[in-house]
């Protein structure tokens, strides 16, 4: 009898130590992997720094030596002009680092961030001038090198980052082991809810383990539910402990504060990033942030349009832009108003109100390209109007009848690039059909903007049609900033959307 006892002994500690070692081996690869991921990123990270670098070093040095092969005659040679090349890229790399701009997630999209790359190239040239101007070497360096390094320069770095995502696209395997590790924890449906809207979405991250929490069935036994609640709780936190992941989402309701706050508590004493399920309220605003106004601490759903500072820039930009372009216009407003006065009788000028900033109604100016008619109900030209002059469809064909409003942006009414402004009878009916499409007023309108030259202008009939152009207005009014007005003043001259459905 104690011989079976004791054999039964040492198999139960055969299987004890089988499944300690099991365990351990389950532990070990968990911490591999980890391991292997971080070196991933870190060694992405590196490459993607000494590829900018690289890539500003030969801007800077085939510039340098054809420039003095150009000036001087002289062979191909390196100068003082090279340091110059080489402050601006100590300057890049460390500020794209101190930005996280080398993180992997930057290279695992097609679409560069040309806006922060050209804010960064522009900041680096400012603070290398102003160290020049300050040791008093601004002399030491040839004008035409740095006017010409500065587009070479960012041409370079703009193809090196674009190298560098695709070699990395190519290797899905690289992109999806070093992507940031989630586990994702909640009730049955909030998480199954979850895994069926992941497998259609980019999310940019991998889901690598779900925790259910049980939902007590009977609300009068809140003995038992808070027992399963907390066995769940721990089970998820062993789970949790064991994957390792970078980051745990839960996806409790808030409404659900006494098991939020017991699972809350449970993973901060675990070394993961820790998410609460995001609510309604933050999935209809794509712009949220925790701020502090005073004492008062809130989530900011919608920011400032733009800051003081920012106001002060685009309104300079604009008045010498704009007074400019009058002035040398000047020719062809004259033969413009003219042919109009000779293509059909009425001003050259059509005048008709509209809303502004904070929807204040100013009087907007355009060269007439219609007949002129007593009839003022305001009715939207369509495609082949025959209330449109011949004069007129050329002039709306290639945007010349919006030039007037240069005048508007010179009184402050409106800006160069901005949302563009409608009749105030067609503002007023989409109010009604589509939500905050008022927000379209928290900036000045302005002659182009981001709609028109993704090719949304023209008639807007139905919801849908408008429906583009708002999402348009709002990704520009979100994401306003100096280099993107420049872009879409580019695009509104040479890019073939910028000239579609013109009626």
Same mark, same amino acid.
């Given at each position: ?232 709780? &721990?089970? =998820?936190?062993? !789970?949790? *402990?064991?994957?390792?992941? $970078? #980051?745990?989402? +839960? ?120 007949? &002129?008619? =007593?009839?003022? !109900?305001? *009715?939207?030209?369509?495609? $082949? #109007?025959?209330? +449109? ?115």
């Amino acid at each position: 009898m104690s011989c079976v006892k004791k054999g039964q002994a040492q198999a139960t500690a055969a299987d004890l130590n089988l499944v300690s070692t099991a365990q351990r081996r389950a532990v070990w690869e968990s911490l591999l992997k980890r391991r292997k991921v971080e070196m991933t990123r870190l060694m992405v990270a590196l490459g993607a720094a000494s590829c900018d670098a690289i890539a500003i070093a030969a801007a800077g040095g085939v510039t340098d030596a054809l420039y003095h092969a150009w000036a001087d005659g002289a062979k191909l040679q390196l100068s003082i002009n090279f340091q110059f090349a080489m402050i601006i890229c100590t300057f890049i790399v460390i500020v794209n680092a101190l930005r996280s701009e080398y993180v992997i997630e930057n290279y695992l999209r097609w679409a560069p961030p040309i806006p922060r790359i050209s804010i960064a190239w522009g900041g680096a040239f400012v603070l290398a001038l102003a160290l020049g101007f300050f040791s008093k070497t601004t002399a030491d360096y040839s004008r035409v090198f740095v006017l010409t390094f500065f587009l070479s320069g960012w041409l370079s770095l703009l193809f090196g980052r674009l190298m560098l995502v695709g070699f990395l696209s190519k290797r899905s395997r690289l992109g999806a082991d070093s992507m940031r590790r989630v586990v994702v924890i909640g009730y049955p449906a909030d998480v199954d809810a979850f895994a069926r809207k992941q497998m259609t979405t980019d999310f940019e991250c991998r889901v690598v383990g779900f925790s259910y929490l049980r939902k007590g069935l009977d609300p009068n036994d809140k003995l038992n539910s808070l027992t399963e609640l907390n066995e769940d709780i &721990a089970l =998820a936190v062993s !789970t949790v *402990r064991l994957l390792r992941p $970078d #980051d745990v989402f +839960i996806l409790i309701p808030w409404s659900d504060a006494d098991a939020l706050d017991r699972c809350v508590t449970s993973f901060t004493n675990v070394p993961v990033s820790l998410h609460l399920r995001p609510e309604l309220v933050m999935e209809r605003f794509s712009e949220m942030s925790v701020a502090r106004v005073g004492g008062l601490l809130g989530l900011n759903v919608a920011r400032q349009p733009l800051t003081f500072t920012e106001v002060l820039l685009k309104r300079a930009f604009d008045v010498v832009v704009s007074a400019f372009a009058l002035v040398v216009l000047s020719p062809l407003f004259a033969i413009v108003s003219i042919l109009i006065r000779l293509d059909s009788p009425g001003s050259a000028i059509f005048v008709q109100e509209r809303y502004g900033f904070n929807q204040e109604p100013f009087r907007a100016f355009k060269f007439r390209t219609m007949r &002129a008619s =007593a009839d003022r !109900t305001f *009715r939207q030209a369509q495609k $082949d #109007d025959d209330r +449109i002059t011949r004069l007129g469809r050329f002039l709306r064909r290639w945007n010349i009848d919006e030039l007037p409003q240069l005048v508007n942006v010179l009184r402050g009414e409106m800006s160069l690039v901005g949302p563009r402004p409608h009749a105030l009878a067609h503002d007023r009916a989409f109010e009604q059909r589509i939500a905050h499409y008022a927000r379209r007023h928290n900036v000045k309108p302005g002659i182009t903007g981001w709609a028109q030259v993704n090719g949304f202008r023209g008639i807007t009939a139905t919801d849908a049609a408008m429906q583009g152009r708002y999402e348009h207005d709002l990704y520009y009014i979100n994401n306003w900033s100096p280099t993107l007005d420049f872009k879409i003043l580019l695009l509104t001259v040479f890019s073939r959307k910028a000239y579609l459905n013109a009626n």
